[in-house]
């Protein structure tokens, strides 16, 4: 790695590293999303309420209900009496929407015309409650952005609390106003809306609250609207009461096909043996399962040696001749297939053809063909110079 990199990859560290920093230090945004979650300690979560709900209620036993209300009202039902459920109280929803399927919605009526009560803090209630109770319900958009709400009984006090911040806009535009109690009101003295109200239904009563921003933890903690969210519950009756918050824990429910699987501990188990070993096949197959091919070096060429070895013969017998005739020949062979002249006789015209395909020095050439002819020619026994004197002859010319 060169040292240029290291400082780029350097540099690169401590800028990532401050942006890190910075970011960990800054303050976070404010989080104003509705979320109704009761651990969640954002403005519009229900993490105080939570805390602090047994208290407002003036001690009331509250129990939780993370499954749906027909789970857990179907297996309180007296199927063997059919005189109704084994449990009796007060069902409770506080959501900005209405998030009660529509099975525990239906079993929520039956259990109220039993002689029980639903508790809902909702902004909008669906089909079913129209119907059902006789309400229609509207919204008002407030173009002075400000939403009072206060409580219709003058004997908890006239104070105004100001919802504005997360309120919602639907109010109760008509209901019987024979058996409907109004309980509480939104907006102006000029122009009010209501807002909370309890409805009979057979046995039993709703009692329905259109601002459940009341319950958050921004009103709760803020000025004394904590007042406002207690007058409100305080007409809830004495006795068990069962909060819906299977929607609200936070925990969302696994969309996988295998969530049966995991959710058993035997069955989890025995997939997660079966994953780790199809991982630990995959790994040892991996390898080469053939044999080690192994390396063939190539053979030698031994060509060079094996023409030193017969040179080294010649010369270690003392045959000089035999050696210069061999180069001759060796030559001349060499100048018939690679320039295509014939070397039949050795004259000035052969000179000229050498000298004209090989671009060689026209002296050297003219000295080789000299001492080959003189070779050929004499009949004196060469000696060891006359064999190094025609091989450098040859050497530079084919060389």
Not at 34 to 41: E, Q
Not at 136 to 149: G, R
Request: glycine share 6%; net charge positive; charged share 25%.
């Amino acid at each position: 790695m060169s040292r240029t990199l290291k400082i780029y990859i350097f540099f690169l560290v401590v800028l990532l590293g401050i942006v890190i920093y910075i970011d960990a230090v800054r303050p976070k945004p404010v989080d104003w999303r509705p979320s109704y979650i009761i651990k969640d300690k954002v403005p519009f979560g229900l993490y105080v309420f939570d805390q602090e709900a047994e208290n407002v209620l003036g001690g009331t036993k509250i129990k939780k209900i993370n499954n749906t209300f027909y789970e857990f009202l179907d297996r309180q039902y007296d199927y063997d009496n059919q005189n109704g459920y084994k449990i009796k109280g007060t069902l409770m929803n506080i959501c900005d929407e209405y998030v009660i399927d529509d099975e525990s919605t239906n079993e929520m009526f039956y259990f109220v015309s039993h002689g029980n009560t639903a508790f809902l803090s909702v902004q909008h209630l669906p089909k079913i409650f129209t119907d059902s109770l006789k309400i229609e319900l509207e919204s008002a958009f407030n173009i002075d952005n400000k939403t009072d709400c206060w409580l219709a009984n003058s004997q908890l006090g006239n104070q105004k609390y100001d919802l504005s911040k997360g309120a919602g806009t639907y109010f109760f535009s008509s209901f019987d106003t024979l058996t409907t109690t109004v309980l509480g009101y939104q907006g102006t003295d000029a122009n009010k809306k209501v807002n909370f109200i309890k409805i009979p239904y057979k046995k039993g009563n709703f009692i329905i609250h259109l601002q459940p921003v009341a319950f958050t933890n921004y009103h709760l903690l803020k000025d004394n609207h904590a007042d406002y969210a207690s007058k409100v519950l305080s007409y809830v009756p004495k006795g068990d009461l069962f909060w819906f918050t299977k929607a609200q824990t936070g925990i969302s429910e696994s969309g996988s096909p295998f969530r049966y699987i995991l959710s058993q501990p035997a069955l989890r188990y025995a997939w997660y043996t079966f994953l780790i070993g199809i991982v630990v096949f995959m790994i040892f197959n991996a390898k080469r399962r053939q044999r080690v091919i192994p390396i063939i070096k190539p053979l030698p060429n031994t060509t060079v040696d094996f023409t030193k070895t017969i040179g080294n013969l010649y010369y270690q017998e003392g045959n000089h001749q035999n050696l210069i005739d061999k180069k001759i020949i060796y030559f001349l062979e060499r100048v018939r297939n690679e320039y295509l002249i014939d070397t039949a006789v050795l004259d000035e015209n052969f000179i000229k053809k050498l000298h004209l395909k090989t671009g060689k020095d026209l002296k050297d050439i003219e000295h080789l063909v000299y001492l080959i002819n003189y070779q050929r020619k004499s009949y004196h026994q060469s000696i060891e110079s006359d064999l190094i004197e025609i091989n450098n002859a040859i050497e530079k010319i084919i060389s």
